[in-house]
Structures are given as C-alpha cells and as structure tokens.
C-alpha cells in the first residue's frame, strides 16, 4: 500500500506516458494494466488509485496527445499573419495529426457511433476546440477584409467537415490500417488542393468578375 | 421448361423491376430468389436463367437505379447554361439519390472494402461515370471563362470527393439507418454552402483582390 500514499503530478504524468509508450506499440486492446504497472514498478493497486480502468487511461492518453497537437496549432496559428496560408497550413497540419492517430490505431475506419461514450466524448470536445480554432482564423480574415464569409463559425464547421469528410473516404475505401509516406503525400496533395479551391472561395468577390 | 423456351427483354425488365420492388420493402438480405419468382409467376429455373443468383440480380436492379439517376443528372446538366449554378444543382440531386439509397439499405455507413466485388464494381463504375459528367460541367465553364481551374478533370474530383466525403461523415454519425426530412434539409444546406464556396474557389480572380 505504500505506493498509494503518494499521489503526485509526476507519477499521474508517468503513467499516462507509459501508457501512450505502450498503446503506441502493441495498440490499447493487447495491453494490460498490469504490463503498465509493471513498466513502472508499480503495483496494480497503485495504478488503479490513479485510474479506474483501461478506457479512463486510454482517455488521458488521448486528450495528452489533443492538448500537444492543439498547442503546437496555435502556436503555428500564432505564428503567421496570412488567414489564407494559415487555413492551408491547417489543413496539412490536422492530416498529419489523422495520420499519425490511425498509425497508432486510435482511429479506424468506421460509424463514429461505434465509439465508446467516453472515447467519443473526447473526440467531441478536441473537435470543439479546433472548430474555436478555425473560427478564429477565419474571423480574423474577415476582419482584415481578406475573407468575405457573413459567419465565420459556419465557414469554420464547413471547412473542418470538409476535411474530415475527405480523409474518412480515404480511410474508408482501404482495407488496411496505416497510411503509408506515399499514400500520405498522395492525401495531402488532395487535401491541399481542396483547401485551396474552398479558402479562394472565401476570398470571392462578385464585383470581380 | 417452357418458361425457358421464351427469353426476352421484356421478362427481364420485369424481374428486375419486381426484384427492385422487394429489394426496397424488405432490403435484399431479406429476399429470397423464391419470392421473386413467386411475385412473377415464374419457376425458379426460369428465374436462374436470367439471373444465376441473388447478386446478380441484386446488381441489375443498382444499375437500372443508377442509370435512371444518371439520365435525369444529364437533362438537368442539358437544360441548363450556367455551369455554376449546374454544379449546385448536381450537389443536391446528389444528395436526393443518396437519399433514396440509404433509405432503400443499399447503402450503409462502414467501409467500401466490405462490399462485395460485384456490387464494389458497379459503384465505382457510377463513380467514373458521374466525374466525367461534372468533368464536363466544369470544362464547359473554363472554356467559357467562368472557371480558372487548370485541370477540370482534377477539380471534378475534388467537388465529388466533398461531396461523397460531406455524405459519409453524416452517415458516419448516426446510429439508425435512413435520412429523415429534417436531417436532410440540414445536410443539403451545408452540403450547398460547401459547394456554393467551393464554386466561388473554382471562378476566383487573383486581380479581384
């Protein structure tokens, strides 16, 4: 029991890293909390007092992940004064992150309604977040007057579906997981390109015809 | 025997219409050859004439749906000058036979390379057919300055890889099969705001700015 007389920060954090270590080689299903504990010399019991169970640790992994991908956007975001590059950027950006998930086996292909509430809840509120994200940018440029769009949210949710819907195809229509350099270079370059129609579409102006 | 003794084209039409028919009210799974023969007042040795089992029949009855779906695109596509506002047009009658595929089971969330071979290639030959048409719609708006799309056949792909990919994540999030008419005017709505943006991208001047 000795272990449970210290609960820290570090450890919560040490876990949560052994864990993402773990999951990221043998994926969520074919680990056990034990072969975590033991990574970390600790017993089952301690593990537990930080999480409850399997589904609750491969949660904390993921939002970890969310929150590093989320910072290093906005730091991109940040970054750069163009709305118009910024939106691209994004765009390649989120397909590294996509990418980077299904190779781990966080994503598959398949209804979202299979998901797990607890993981679903957690996809929910990263694509919140980005959605606040996006509007950003675009509101931004529609201040600036590079963007004529009347609702910068709407466009926002458009722009993300757009996205999302074209990476689900490409998931959809293969048979394996994993997304290869080529296949990735092949994605992005599709992705990029309609990202670029949809941001000129942004920037239309009637008179200009 | 004698039902052998006489194929013709009408008798064709007619399986395949009575097939459709049973297809739609209780979903192929449901359906037996048997019943279908009955619904004729066919053997079911003339039936396997015409047909060798339920799939074959299963993919006449997709291509008699696609065929007619692609007929009405291309009078819709001939009545009408205005390349922009056709690609509209396309979005939603895209939408509207979508529609009527998920509501008749022929299509459900999941991945295309659960499909059987056989019906696989019939929807990828709908899909060859469908770029050429919107190939054609969006040249026929380059040649005449409305577009400033490079390659027309690359900027079809992407309008219908939007599309499709706008119609898989709505599917992706459902539990329950079949488009209501509420959800539906709320996925044309964002499925032609997309496309009206996506349209802008394909006549946007760099000058105009």
Redesign the interface.
């Given at each position: 029991m000795k272990n449970l007389a210290e609960p820290t920060e570090e450890k919560l954090d040490a876990i949560i890293e052994a864990a993402q270590k773990r999951f990221g080689i043998y994926g969520a299903e074919k680990t056990s909390m034990r072969e975590i504990a033991n990574d970390l010399h600790l017993s089952k019991a301690s593990l537990y007092y930080y999480f409850p169970d399997k589904e609750n640790l491969y949660k904390a992994v993921i939002e970890k992940e969310q929150a590093e991908f989320l910072g290093t956007l906005q730091n991109d975001i940040d970054s750069m004064n163009d709305p118009a590059i910024c939106l691209k950027r994004y765009a390649i950006n989120r397909l590294s992150y996509f990418r980077k998930l299904v190779n781990l086996g966080r994503i598959s292909?398949?209804?979202?309604?299979d998901l797990k509430p607890l993981i679903l809840e957690t996809f929910l509120q990263f694509r919140s977040r980005e959605l606040k994200m996006v509007t950003g940018i675009i509101e931004k440029g529609r201040k600036s007057g590079v963007f004529t769009a009347k609702d910068s949210s709407?466009?926002a949710?458009?722009f993300l579906?757009?996205l999302?819907?074209?990476?689900?195809?490409a998931?959809?229509?293969?048979?394996l997981m994993g997304i290869s350099d080529k296949e990735f270079e092949e994605l992005a370059g599709?992705i990029s390109?309609?990202a670029?129609?949809?941001?000129?579409?942004?920037?239309?102006?009637k008179?200009?015809?």
């Open positions: 292909p398949g209804s979202y309604a709407e466009a949710v458009l579906d757009i999302r819907g074209l990476r689900s195809i998931l959809s229509d293969r048979k599709h390109s309609a670029e129609i949809f941001i000129k579409g942004l920037m239309y102006r008179q200009n015809k």
